[in-house]
């Protein structure tokens, strides 16, 4: 009996550390970036965007979904009252979303480019997208997990 509640735990164990899916990570969190990379999730997600794995007809919903991707982030930032503490106009961010085989976000990684933002700032945008990943996701389905990068720039309130 011991043995079998033994086995168990580990199993609950297992998948309850296997099952952290949902990352989002910025580059200027030295210590969590060094772990993202660590995990090497180029090798397991493919390019969503190489030539070999989609097709001329799937480039345009792709972009199609990413707009509409970038679009709900936005919205995001809108309701959620996000400040980022400057007063650019655009706030630039460089994105490598990894998604699974039916289009949710599994993780992100985040560089945000203007300079004058706060590594404070920057923390409460990763916590912000952390607490609304499970509404994230790309209108993409691929018989693999697959991943895809770019730049955004989102329009700021301030």
């Given at each position: ?24 990570v ?25 030539p070999?794995?989609?097709?001329e007809?799937?480039?345009?919903a792709?972009?199609?979904s ?18 980022w503490g ?5 706030i ?6 990894y ?18 933002i ?10 912000l ?6 509404e ?23």
């Amino acid at each position: 009996m011991k043995r079998v509640v033994f086995l168990l735990s580990g199993i609950v164990l297992f998948i309850a550390c296997g099952n952290d899916l949902n990352r989002v990570v910025g580059v200027h969190d030295k210590i969590n970036f060094e772990k993202f990379k660590n995990q090497e999730l180029d090798k397991s997600y493919k390019n969503l965007l190489n030539p070999n794995n989609t097709t001329e007809e799937e480039y345009i919903a792709v972009i199609n979904s990413w707009k509409e991707y970038h679009t709900k982030v936005s919205s995001i930032l809108q309701e959620n009252n996000f400040s980022w503490g400057i007063k650019d106009s655009l706030i630039t961010i460089f994105n490598k979303i990894y998604f699974n085989k039916k289009g949710k976000v599994n993780h992100i990684l985040v560089n945000v480019k203007n300079e004058k933002i706060s590594d404070e700032t920057k923390s409460a945008y990763i916590t912000l997208l952390s607490n609304h990943i499970n509404e994230l996701s790309i209108n993409i389905k691929r018989a693999n997990h697959f991943a895809q990068c770019g730049k955004i720039k989102y329009k700021n309130y301030e």
